[in-house]
């Protein structure tokens, strides 16, 4: 027979996993967006000091070679920043899932 005080103690255990849970995902958006923000900052701080650079040459030679350090910078910059984000969010997916892993253990057949 099932006692009351069974329920509810699965029932709070159940709530405390959610609220962690949220509380995981929450964190893991968050990192997410503040690496978005760090990202734009640098590029329109990288874009600006470029612009003054630009405005500064006096040749069209130093024009080109300024502009290609500018894209090799950018694209670098690029790059990293993605392969960043990309892990943050590969991050998110697993804390998103550990719940089910658990789920799916208790339900999966014993060999």
Known sequence: ???IEDIQKYGKEQYEQAVAN?????S????IVTAYGEYAKKSYEDTKSFAEKLSGVKSLDKALEA???YAKTAYETFVAESQKI???YADLAKQSFKPLEGLAAKFAPAH
């Open 22 to 26: 949220a509380t995981n995902y929450q």
């Open 1 to 3: 027979m099932v006692k």
């Open 28 to 31: 893991g958006v968050q990192a």
């Open 67 to 69: 502009q290609s350090e």
């Open 86 to 88: 990309a892990g943050l």
